[in-house]
């Protein structure tokens, strides 16, 4: 099928499409989605919402006027989308803006510090403020690193309301070799979480199989039952953990979860009847002055490789959770 012909615009990020006779009648938000998959909905809904879609050569003036998101495409009709590079490609924006806490800077990798509330990566393109945009803006070169364009140099993530460490490889070299030690379980990853004092033994380890939810996209499904495991094909999944210590209602609780899957580790003590402090998604009990899961990455360690030298990178407790238990 013949598409709408794409080409630059007078503007700086601006692009042209002319509107062919084979998408007369498709409404315009979702053309634009189809010509900039990397766009995706969200993306094109803020694209038409802050104004920056237009048709052009119409009205008195000749100058356009502003497109709606459900207007219809009519042929011959030229359409001025300004969009940046990076929104179409999906890719991360640099954001000089956003935080970035350094912990360990070396020419083959960095570790970061994400404070709780900010995301790992962008959800939609253009989206700014996320701890990719603060890695892509400080080092270029992680742009053309990564699983995807949306992930520069980022070997792993971690939920929004999870602090702690991140790792982010600066060279191609590095990614393949840290991301290879990640699966095979050679990336010594450590949590510290808080839950209610009660019969958790003192050590031990978790081993249910995770599936997506069934009913719920938000939340993992941890498969206990085998008639469960048979209907939902879960991954498997085992998390190690040890106690640390006890103070009044709470306990301070190390986890490890060599390859971890999403949310694994608060899905497997919800599983066990021990929910994280804070975490509402999977039963946790509300507690004042924390107003996210009880869940840090504070312990990463590499043992080194020939690509990769060793490394161990710690970070203590944040405030919310320090308040609960001490420090870490």
């Given at each position: 099928?013949?598409?709408?012909?794409?080409?630059?615009?007078?503007?700086?990020?601006?692009?042209?499409?002319?509107?062919?006779?084979?998408?007369?009648?498709?409404?315009?938000?979702?053309?634009?989605?189809?010509?900039?998959?990397?766009?995706?909905?969200?993306?094109?809904?803020?694209?038409?919402?802050?104004?920056?879609?237009?048709?052009?050569?119409?009205?008195?003036?000749?100058?356009?006027?502003?497109?709606?998101?459900?207007?219809?495409?009519?042929?011959?009709?030229?359409?001025?989308?300004?969009?940046?590079?990076?929104?179409?490609?999906?890719?991360?924006?640099?954001?000089?803006?956003?935080?970035?806490?350094?912990?360990?800077?070396?020419?083959?990798?960095?570790?970061?510090?994400?404070?709780?509330?900010?995301?790992?990566?962008?959800?939609?393109?253009?989206?700014?403020?996320?701890?990719?945009?603060?890695?892509?803006?400080?080092?270029?070169?992680?742009?053309?690193?990564?699983?995807?364009?949306?992930?520069?140099?980022?070997?792993?993530?971690?939920?929004?309301?999870?602090s702690g460490l991140v790792l982010?490889?600066?060279?191609?070299?590095?990614?393949?070799?840290?991301?290879?030690?990640?699966?095979?379980?050679?990336?010594?990853?450590?949590?510290?979480?808080?839950?209610?004092?009660?019969?958790?033994?003192?050590?031990?380890?978790?081993?249910v199989p995770l599936a997506p939810?069934?009913?719920?996209?938000?939340?993992?499904?941890?498969?206990?039952?085998?008639?469960?495991?048979?209907?939902?094909?879960?991954?498997?999944?085992?998390?190690?953990?040890?106690?640390?210590?006890?103070?009044?209602?709470?306990?301070?609780?190390?986890?490890?979860?060599?390859?971890?899957?999403?949310?694994?580790?608060?899905?497997?003590?919800?599983?066990?009847?021990?929910?994280?402090?804070?975490?509402?998604?999977?039963?946790?009990?509300?507690?004042?002055?924390?107003?996210?899961?009880?869940?840090?990455?504070?312990?990463?360690?590499?043992?080194?490789?020939?690509?990769?030298?060793?490394?161990?990178?710690?970070?203590?407790?944040?405030?919310?959770?320090?308040?609960?238990?001490?420090?870490?």
């Amino acid at each position: 099928r013949a598409r709408p012909r794409v080409a630059g615009g007078d503007s700086v990020g601006a692009m042209k499409i002319t509107i062919t006779e084979l998408d007369a009648g498709t409404r315009l938000d979702k053309l634009l989605v189809q010509l900039l998959p990397g766009l995706g909905r969200a993306g094109a809904k803020r694209l038409f919402s802050e104004g920056r879609v237009r048709v052009l050569g119409v009205g008195k003036s000749g100058a356009g006027r502003r497109a709606s998101k459900g207007d219809v495409a009519a042929a011959g009709e030229v359409l001025e989308v300004d969009v940046e590079p990076t929104e179409a490609s999906g890719a991360a924006t640099p954001d000089p803006g956003a935080p970035l806490d350094v912990v360990l800077e070396r020419d083959d990798l960095v570790v970061v510090n994400k404070p709780a509330g900010v995301p790992t990566a962008p959800l939609d393109p253009g989206e700014r403020g996320t701890l990719a945009n603060a890695l892509v803006a400080r080092y270029p070169e992680m742009a053309a690193i990564g699983f995807s364009p949306r992930e520069p140099g980022l070997c792993h993530r971690l939920d929004t309301d999870t602090s702690g460490l991140v790792l982010a490889a600066r060279t191609p070299a590095a990614f393949a070799a840290l991301v290879a030690g990640l699966k095979e379980g050679r990336l010594d990853k450590r949590y510290l979480l808080i839950c209610q004092i009660g019969d958790l033994p003192e050590m031990g380890s978790i081993e249910v199989p995770l599936a997506p939810h069934p009913k719920d996209k938000k939340r993992v499904y941890p498969c206990i039952h085998p008639r469960d495991v048979a209907r939902y094909a879960p991954r498997p999944a085992a998390t190690m953990y040890k106690r640390v210590r006890q103070v009044g209602l709470w306990e301070l609780v190390e986890a490890r979860a060599p390859r971890a899957l999403r949310h694994q580790i608060r899905a497997h003590f919800a599983s066990v009847g021990h929910p994280l402090a804070g975490d509402a998604l999977y039963g946790g009990p509300a507690v004042e002055g924390l107003s996210r899961h009880a869940l840090h990455a504070h312990h990463i360690g590499w043992g080194g490789s020939d690509a990769v030298p060793a490394f161990v990178v710690t970070s203590p407790l944040p405030a919310d959770m320090a308040a609960l238990v001490g420090e870490g």
